[in-house]
């Protein structure tokens, strides 16, 4: 099993910054890939960014592009993502995620998820 335990959202004005963490937990032996998912209300949850702990390889979703910034930390087992230029249609809550394979985009393919952080970005 791997706990995942999410910070660092919040309340931001469009086209400020903010950066969420992810620390793992529990079985870390097995190569996996690690990323976040977001969720506003009335909408379906969508990949942001995935990052493969083995190698580095990153996806992002054609709407974060360029503005967000997904890195790891394989000495902490933390995972985080830079969020910069957001928008109002950043607002969501965000989780973070964890899998056995690459590359998965459906968030039927991740068995591990954190609690949700709640972004909210104020035009």
């Known amino acids: 099993q791997i706990q995942l335990v999410e910070s660092g959202g919040g309340l931001v004005q469009a086209g400020g910054s903010l950066r969420l963490s992810c620390a793992a937990s529990?079985?870390?032996?097995?190569?996996?890939?690690m990323g976040w998912f977001r969720q506003a209300p009335g909408k379906e949850r969508d990949i942001v960014a995935v990052i493969r702990w083995s190698g580095g390889d990153t996806y992002y979703a054609d709407s974060v592009k360029g503005r967000f910034t997904i890195t790891r930390d394989n000495a902490k087992n933390t995972v985080y993502l830079q969020m910069n230029s957001l928008k109002p249609d950043d607002t969501a809550v965000y989780y973070c995620?964890?899998?056995?394979?690459?590359?998965?985009?459906?968030?039927?393919?991740?068995?591990?998820w954190g609690q949700g952080t709640q972004v909210t970005v104020s035009s």
């Open positions: 995620v964890a899998s056995t394979g690459w590359l998965n985009t459906n968030a039927y393919e991740y068995d591990y």
């Open positions: 529990g079985r870390s032996s097995i190569s996996y890939a």
